[in-house]
């Protein structure tokens, strides 16, 4: 009985698989293998085997229908929910700590068009670029990393000990979200990265943006030459790296040490003097991009220049060969030393301290209109366990916040820090 049982069973197994499995896989017409050897060879392959390429031109990638999926947007003032444009406070309690606010940039409010920023009246809009790509694997994950670090846990709190002020009672500064990253399509990337800040822009606000791996420098471009025009912006690179690799080099402009400035330059779109490249050392860099830099006129300052004649010297004089530009700033965090930083893609030893860059950035937003700073290559997921790298961005950007307030509150003097923290009485 018990063998009849099994051998029943079997017998059923094998008529349910005939039919519902083996079946259509008989019956199915297979489609013709392609004969590759007769096939169009692109780029040394088969066009058959390259099916995500236009195989009559190359450098035209074919989308899937549907492709822009990622970038639509929802209706966000009319029925998500339905409410007045302006800045929404998302925190129940005065003090927004880590461990019980909504997970804001500082615990702040959260803005999501460009109508909130002008109804809010908001200086400053923080916003996520989470570009990954490249050799700079889990930058995307920087800027949700930084809502939860705040600086240990006094989230709420917003005082700053040069300026001796309360900054988030001068400014009004919102958190904006995170654009979108589609994993695979790059360029498309960049494209609705640089909306989302054009939005911030069009807001009448500075956009402070967390990386993303520097490619976002692509999507800045992009927003601020669109926004300000070509050749009204000076573009300061603080990085240990000059980021110019040769066009039809090695890694190529959407890259984190691609040529898009290069490229912007070319285009007429960035003045060669004013591009200030400032903390380069890097192991990787080579004599074109040195040469090239002194061709266009980019007023660098390498490490080496530093170490010569003393940061306070060659400071005043990078800040003085800065006076009167609107300033773009992007940030590479590995300009700082990894001592300090260990979180970045590409740490290269002999950096900044992290004293120093707190004044090169104060002394910067306190003596020039800065339109835009950008924090780049941190990933959370080489950080320590301290997280240094996350509390060092994070103190920075409250650093940048206290210089605007000041600022707003007129003053410019980049030596400014408020006397009674110099000595006691
Ligand atoms: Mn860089």
Do not use: C
């Not at 943006?209 to 030459?225: K, N, P, S």
């Amino acid at each position: 009985m018990i063998r009849f049982t099994k051998y029943f069973i079997s017998i059923n197994a094998f008529i349910i698989l005939s039919v519902f499995i083996l079946a259509p896989v008989a019956f199915a017409e297979e489609p013709p293998a392609p004969d590759l050897s007769k096939d169009k060879i692109v780029d040394g392959m088969p066009a058959s085997m390259q099916p995500w390429r236009d195989p009559d031109n190359r450098n035209v990638q074919i989308l899937d229908p549907g492709w822009d999926y990622y970038f639509k947007r929802k209706d966000m003032v009319g029925n998500n929910p339905k409410r007045e444009p302006g800045p929404i406070d998302l925190q129940r309690y005065k003090v927004a700590t880590t461990k019980t606010g909504f997970p804001t940039m500082f615990g702040l409010p959260f803005a999501m068009t460009t109508e909130d920023l002008l109804v809010g009246k908001v200086d400053v809009a923080i916003v996520g670029l989470p570009s990954t790509f490249n050799p700079s694997e889990g930058t995307g994950w920087a800027a949700n990393q930084l809502r939860f670090i705040r600086n240990y846990d006094f989230a709420g709190v917003g005082h700053d000990f040069w300026f001796n002020n309360h900054y988030f009672d001068i400014l009004n500064v919102v958190d904006y979200g995170n654009a979108n990253n589609h994993p695979s399509l790059m360029m498309q990337n960049f494209a609705d990265q640089a909306l989302v800040v054009k939005e911030i822009l069009e807001g009448g606000a500075m956009p402070m943006v967390i990386g993303g791996d520097h490619g976002t420098q692509v999507a800045m471009i992009m927003a601020i030459v669109d926004h300000f025009g070509p050749k009204n912006v000076a573009f300061v690179h603080f990085d240990a790296h000059t980021d110019l690799a040769a066009p039809g080099g090695r890694i190529g402009m959407f890259t984190h040490g691609g040529a898009a400035r290069r490229f912007a330059y070319e285009k007429g779109w960035i003045k060669g003097e004013d591009m200030h490249s400032i903390g380069l050392r890097g192991a990787y860099d080579d004599k074109e991009r040195i040469e090239w830099m002194r061709k266009v006129g980019d007023k660098y300052h390498t490490m080496v220049e530093f170490e010569r004649y003393g940061f306070d010297t060659t400071w005043r004089k990078v800040r003085d060969e800065l006076k009167g530009k609107k300033l773009y700033i992007s940030l590479d965090m590995d300009v700082i030393d990894p001592a300090h930083v260990p979180g970045v893609s590409n740490p290269e030893i002999g950096g900044f301290t992290t004293l120093e860059m707190m004044r090169m950035l104060r002394e910067l937003f306190l003596q020039n209109e800065v339109v835009a700073i950008d924090f780049v290559e941190y990933s959370p997921l080489l950080d320590d366990r301290r997280y240094n790298t996350a509390n060092t961005i994070s103190r920075l950007m409250r650093h940048v916040l206290a210089a605007l307030a000041a600022r707003k509150e007129g003053i410019t003097d980049p030596d400014y820090v408020a006397p009674e923290v110099l000595s006691h009485k």
